[in-house]
């Protein structure tokens, strides 16, 4: 069965700390993709980023890295920098080859000034 | 370009009647996906289209349907609502599916649905 596992149900970062945001995933296929989504208060999903299950660097976006850690399952978000914009929920989503992503219960972020 | 497009954006429904919710996906992009979220459960995925056929479904009762047009607009509709049917409602479109991955999924700003 295909899991994604986001145990921290809030975070609280100070302004310009970088943060962590943690998610482990299972599945048996060996090819997955793996994404990190962004959703405001307003209620829209922002693609952040992407990790292939054979990429062998860790990706990056701007502000945005994905530490992939294959043996251990694990595709943590790492934010440097935090701003007050970046209060949201988070969420870490996997996909496999069956035209379906799933998607973890997600990490509410909370920026303090 | 303009992004996905969700109509309506709210909507109030009595128990036992049906709704019908539009998607609009970014021009190109051939699959759609819905999913239904909800504070208790999280992103539920209901099903994904592509080039009007559905390549999969979620675990929702058949009271949930979809379709995809030529034009890869989509639409879900959900017969004899629930009250636990109340959700925001995600629709959400790629350009060949999940594992289309440099562009990932890019949703709309969600139809929510309240039953009353």
């Known amino acids: 069965a295909q899991k994604i596992t986001q145990t921290q149900p809030g975070m609280f970062v100070q302004e310009k700390e970088a943060v962590t945001l943690d998610c482990t995933y299972d599945?048996?296929?060996?090819?997955?993709?793996l994404f990190w989504y962004k959703q405001p208060s307003s209620g829209e999903m922002i693609f952040l980023i992407y990790?292939?299950?054979?990429?062998?660097q860790n990706a990056t976006e701007g502000r945005y890295s994905l530490n992939f850690q294959k043996a251990r399952k694990s595709a943590n978000l790492v934010i440097s920098a935090s701003q007050l914009g970046d209060s949201a929920m988070y969420f870490c989503?996997?996909?496999?080859?069956?035209?379906?992503?799933?998607f973890g219960a997600g990490t509410r972020l909370f920026v303090k000034a | 370009k303009a992004g996905v497009t969700q109509t309506p954006r709210y909507l109030i429904k009595t128990r036992g009647q049906q709704v019908t919710l539009s998607c609009s996906p970014i021009?190109?992009?051939?699959?759609v996906s819905w999913y239904q979220q909800t504070p208790g459960q999280g992103l539920q995925f209901l099903f994904e289209?592509?080039?009007?056929?559905?390549?999969n479904k979620g675990n929702f009762p058949g009271r949930f349907s979809g379709r995809q047009f030529s034009n890869s607009r989509s639409e879900m509709n959900v017969s004899t609502l629930e009250l636990g049917d109340s959700a925001l409602y995600l629709c959400?479109?790629?350009?060949?599916?999940?594992?289309?991955?440099?562009?990932?999924?890019?949703f709309g700003s969600g139809t929510r649905l309240t039953v009353v």
């Open positions: 990790q292939g299950s054979y990429d062998q």
């Open positions: 289209y592509f080039s009007e056929t559905q390549r």
């Open positions: 959400a479109s790629s350009l060949a599916g999940s594992l289309e991955a440099n562009y990932g999924y890019t």
């Open positions: 989503a996997m996909s496999t080859g069956g035209f379906k992503t799933i």
């Open positions: 599945t048996s296929d060996p090819s997955y993709g």
């Open positions: 021009s190109g992009h051939r699959s």
